[in-house]
């Protein structure tokens, strides 16, 4: 269902663009989601609404304590890529698993800041964003998705995330749409 409205306390969640993701093969130019997530973020931030910047910087300990494929990540690979222009106010989380809620404040830094909905978008759909998504939808949030601002590595997951999970968990539009809607 496309985007019909935003609360007066929505917040931005942008996932994983980091400079060790951004780089793999997508389904979609990584490049369009950075662009359409930054836009997303610019058009957040001159409403005064919260912008939530996400990157991961391990994994979950127990039996994904496997050794990495290739060895150590390199020293910048959890570093948010640039053009997301961060700015102070912004809210930023690191994660160790899939989804931001769990083991993070972040439900904390909404909370204390009134949020009621928020907007996501980054990658990969059918990982980091879905599991956020679905905790959010958890957690009691209003939940959009912005579906051309998210990628995946994999096209039949970010299908099925598009096309059967996230209108079950909320409303999905495109990044213009949605930074139309913040006026």
Same mark, same amino acid.
């Given at each position: ?20 993701? $951004?780089?793999?093969? @997508?389904?979609?130019? @990584? *490049? !369009? #989601? #950075? !662009? ?6 610019? +058009? =957040?931030?001159?409403? +005064?609404?919260?912008? &939530? ?6 994994? /979950? ?6 050794? %990495? ?21 912004? #809210? ?6 899939? +989804?931001? =809620? ?5 439900? %904390? !830094? %909404?909370?204390?800041? +009134?949020?009621?909905?928020? $907007?996501?978008?980054?990658? /990969?759909?059918?990982?980091? &964003? ?15 998705? *912005? ?9 039949? *997951?970010?299908?099925?995330?598009? !096309?059967? #999970? =996230? ?9 213009? /749409?949605? $930074?139309? %809607?913040?006026?």
């Amino acid at each position: 269902m496309p985007a019909t409205t935003l609360d007066p306390r929505t917040a931005l969640v942008l996932i994983d663009l980091q400079k060790g993701i $951004v780089g793999l093969p @997508s389904v979609h130019p @990584s *490049a !369009e #989601i #950075i !662009e359409r997530g930054a836009r997303l973020a610019e +058009g =957040f931030r001159s409403k +005064g609404l919260p912008v &939530v910047l996400v990157n991961v910087a391990g994994r /979950a300990p127990g039996r994904t304590d496997a050794p %990495l494929p290739g060895g150590q990540l390199p020293a910048d690979w959890a570093e948010l890529v640039p053009e997301l222009n961060q700015q102070p106010q912004d #809210i930023t989380v690191t994660k160790q698993q899939w +989804g931001a =809620f769990y083991g993070t404040n972040l439900d %904390l !830094e %909404l909370r204390r800041r +009134g949020v009621t909905q928020i $907007v996501l978008a980054g990658i /990969a759909t059918s990982i980091g &964003v879905e599991s956020t998504a679905r905790s959010a939808y958890e957690h009691g949030y209003h939940v959009t998705i *912005a579906t051309d601002a998210v990628t995946d590595l994999d096209s039949d *997951a970010h299908r099925n995330s598009i !096309e059967k #999970i =996230f209108p079950r968990l909320g409303e999905t539009d495109t990044a213009d /749409a949605i $930074v139309k %809607l913040l006026g």
